[in-house]
């Protein structure tokens, strides 16, 4: 599975769209990205996956570059209990043994 | 209630006690978890479970045991705990794969502490 780089933390304004990076350079042709987040103390948070088309469900949209390289979660109104930590993934379906959260972004919103 | 909920949420223990911990899930989804979080260390994979009765381990095994009778049902046993097993257990579950991707439900976490 691709590594992903993130940054270490993020500050966004309450109500204003918050766009978080993520970097798979390596990324293979049969790999997804996954977006998850974990608000403090509590499990992880599915939030949306990708393979190459941009994507968008109630919570999220996620913008996937053409060459797949890099993408960016984007919430379009940031209230303050989306502050967490959002990790970005890529993996295989069946790489189960791959799930690598990594550190992720941590992201403060600020009233 | 529906969902995936984990039991205790917390727990004490001392060296060399065993320890079980709980995972139920009400979905019905084949496939189910087990996560420890660690500073540092991130989430790292201990076992899943593709289905009653089929257990893989993940990336650190060692020192844990699980078994799955049931569907809905996913225990992780410690069987001997030891101070570096000390960290937050998560347990997931998510359906089958289907199209080459799926999501993960995660559990509330037990926050074990072994003295």
């Known amino acids: 599975d691709a590594k992903t780089t993130q940054p270490t933390s993020m500050d966004c304004a309450e109500g204003r769209a918050a766009n978080l990076p993520c970097n798979h350079s390596t990324i293979s042709g049969n790999e997804y990205v996954y977006w998850y987040r974990q608000i403090h103390s509590q499990g992880p948070q599915y939030i949306i996956h990708?393979?190459?088309n941009n994507e968008t469900n109630e919570m999220a949209s996620l913008i996937i570059t053409e060459d797949r390289k890099s993408s960016t979660l984007i919430l379009p109104h940031a209230t303050l209990r989306d502050t967490a930590v959002y990790y970005c993934?890529?993996?295989?379906?069946?790489?189960?043994?791959?799930?690598?959260f990594g550190s992720g972004t941590k992201l403060n919103v600020k009233p | 209630d529906a969902g995936i909920t984990q039991s205790p949420r917390y727990k004490i223990t001392e060296t060399g006690r065993q320890v079980t911990l709980m995972c139920h899930q009400t979905w019905s989804h084949s496939y189910m978890f087990w996560y420890r979080q660690d500073l540092g260390h991130g989430l790292r994979l201990i076992y899943y479970s593709a289905a009653a009765d089929i257990t893989d381990k993940g990336e650190v095994p060692d020192g844990y045991v699980v078994s799955r009778s049931k569907t809905e049902n996913f225990p992780l046993t410690l069987e001997s705990a030891t101070r570096s097993q000390t960290s937050v257990y998560f347990c997931?579950?998510?359906?089958?794969?289907?199209?080459?991707?799926?999501?993960?439900?995660f559990g509330p976490g037990t926050r074990l502490t072994v003295t």
């Open positions: 997931a579950s998510s359906v089958a794969v289907t199209g080459g991707y799926y999501e993960q439900y």
């Open positions: 990708g393979l190459k």
């Open positions: 993934i890529a993996r295989q379906s069946y790489n189960f043994n791959k799930f690598y």
